[in-house]
């Protein structure tokens, strides 16, 4: 049969051990197609291939019936191969949003212990379970680390006194950012995971040290595991009543509902990043190569952003995103984008990021200050209150005045 495999492209290989220390693959001896390893290789030296392969089966038994399911494969191509559906991430029910091994939305208990189905080869003899109420949910993170600056929403006049923020980061992404920021995160699918509860006393423990106003999580995507956010939300809110929590989210899978649901559980800041106005410009900040996902992934962004500031304006603290490179956005373009938050809310904060060159694309260029201050001087030329550039010499705000703390 005919199979989507990868293959080493050893011209391309740096030797960099990113695919032995971070991005491990679980089938090393026969290639079960995930692409976790095609997506996370920073230089680009893996390609799918289709190969013809032996057709073979293994016997799988999920939740106590027995099935023949073709091999090598993911066990996630196995339970879609017998019929298990896969569901949009925002509904907290089995699904895999990232398909790198990061976010263990995907879980299944795999012989009595959850296991992700995303990465996992399928073997002979596997007992499956679907129902994994019993179980707390895992997820890779990297931190606790304090934070001097913290994310796109963490209250401006905040920043410049010392540690911000704790935060953590969560691994596994929707996006394939040619240039992520944060790749070593995004892509690790070896770190153990943790419960929401074990992430939640290490963040708050590093919240105290540091005695941070604010709490945060931020990725590659948090929200892509809606079952660990909503829990992890809560146990922080029980452990830091008063507290500033922050969740800093690209915004693609987010619905009304679980924006609701993550208030409700202590979710009091939130960032969304739209990055982009038009979808030709996001699908080169992405790498997505589908048109309609990112149209479908901007639109989405743009909508909850819209819904958040909506609903929830003067009650929780909410903040936007944009990134800048000239490589993929024209000034032209920023000025859409100041358009569209100013009719949104002209005083919403936004801080535009100015990325850097990083993983795939360390021939970008960043953006010189000048560039950036330019940038500020567009979006608030479209009417725009709180403008802040990232810059190589730190952020710069709407003003130089700071409110009295
Ligand atoms: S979809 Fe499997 S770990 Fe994210």
Known sequence: MDRLIVEVDENRCRDCGFCIQVNICRSPAQCIGCLSCYYACPYEARSKKIKEIKREYAEIWVDG?????????????ALMNI?????????????????LGGCWACSVLVNGELER????PVEDGMKIDLNIEGKEPLRIIHGPEPHRVGG?????????????????????????????????VTYDNSTEPVTPQEAARMVTACSRKYNTRGVAVSGGEPTLNKKWLIRF???LRRLNPGKRLHLDSNGTILTRDYVDELVESGCNNIGVEPKAFRVETYMKITGLEDYDIAKTYLENSWNILKYIVDEYSGKIYVGAGIAYNKEWMTFKEL????????SIDPSLQVTVLDYFPFFRR???????????????????????KTVIVQTSIGHLGPADIKPKH
């Not at 189905?117 to 996992?120: A, E, G, P, Q, R």
């Not at 201050?373 to 479209?382: A, F, P, S």
């Open 152 to 184: 796109k929403a963490t209250p401006w006049w905040e920043v410049g006194y010392g540690y911000v923020e704790a935060a953590i980061w969560t691994a596994g992404c929707n996006l394939r950012c040619p240039q992520c920021q944060n790749y070593t």
């Open 83 to 99: 019929g298990v559906a896969f569901h949009h991430p925002s509904t907290g029910r089995i699904s895999a949003p990232c398909s």
């Open 362 to 384: 360390r021939w970008l260029k960043r953006p010189t200050v000048d560039e950036m201050l330019k940038v500020k001087k567009i979006l608030e030329e479209r009417g725009l």
């Open 335 to 342: 000025a859409e984008i100041g358009d569209k938050i100013a």
């Open 233 to 235: 939300f809560k146990e």
């Open 117 to 120: 189905t995303c990465i996992m």
């Open 65 to 77: 019936i027995r099935y023949s399911v073709p091999y090598p494969s993911t066990i996630k191509e």
